[in-house]
Every structure is written in C-alpha cells, then in structure tokens.
Nanobody
Framework: QVQLVESGGGMVQPGDSLSLSCVASGQNTRAYSMGWFRQALGNKREWVAAITWGGTTYTADSVKDRFAVSRDNDKSMFSLQMSSLEPEDTAVYYC??????????????????WGQGTQVTVSS
C-alpha cells in the first residue's frame, strides 16, 4: 500500500513557473514508477509526465519543453517542475504510482495508487 500526497499547487500568472511535489509513504516506494496526470474542468484526465523506478523520464509532447519530472528516493518525493505556464495548463494535477513493469506509463489504468490532487490555476 502506498499513500501519495501532492502539494505546491496555486494560482500563478501566464509565464510563471511552479513546482509540484508528491510525497509517497509506504513500503519500498523506490520500486514504484511515478506519473503525473492532470484534469481540467470538463476534460478527460491527461497524462503529463512519468519517471520510472530506475529514473528514466518521459514527458508528454504537449509540455515537453516546459515541464520536467524528477525524484528524490531518499525523501520519497517526486516533483513536477513547470515553467512558462499557460492558461491551458489550468487543471487539477495528480501524482500516481505503479509497481508494474513493462507497461505504458502514459495510461492511467496502469497505476494502482493516486493522490488527492492539487489545483493549478494560470490566469492573469
């Protein structure tokens, strides 16, 4: 069992940067690959980025040049660094964890554990 708690959301202006954190608690969190998803009001949940248990990172094409994902296993913390934020980035952001291997990390159904989400609002 893994518990995930996101933090760092808020309201920012277009062009600003923001960093989200996800702290994992439970057994052997190092063995989990982590994903970040977002869901804007009225939209489906969208994959944003992922980092494998081994540290390989993947980022959605829509945010590739602006978002980056990282992990600190000593702190069981996973981060999403966002820059040049746009109003279209407004959404609830979720972190998720999976211990499955060889699965597509861009698919929400491959994750077993989810955080409660943190709101990011980009508005002038």
């Amino acid at each position: 069992q893994v518990q995930l708690v996101e933090s760092g959301g808020g309201m920012v202006q277009p062009g600003d940067s923001l960093s989200l954190s996800c702290v994992a608690s439970g057994q052997n969190t190092r063995a989990y690959s982590m994903g970040w998803f977002r869901q804007a009001l009225g939209n489906k949940r969208e994959w944003v980025a992922a980092i494998t248990w081994g540290g390989t990172t993947y980022t959605a094409d829509s945010v590739k040049d602006r978002f980056a994902v990282s992990r600190d296993n000593d702190k069981s913390m996973f981060s999403l660094q966002m820059s040049s934020l746009e109003p279209e980035d407004t959404a609830v952001y979720y972190c998720a964890a999976t211990d499955l291997r060889g699965v597509t990390l861009a698919r929400a159904e491959n994750y077993q554990y989810w955080g409660q989400g943190t709101q990011v609002t980009v508005s002038s």
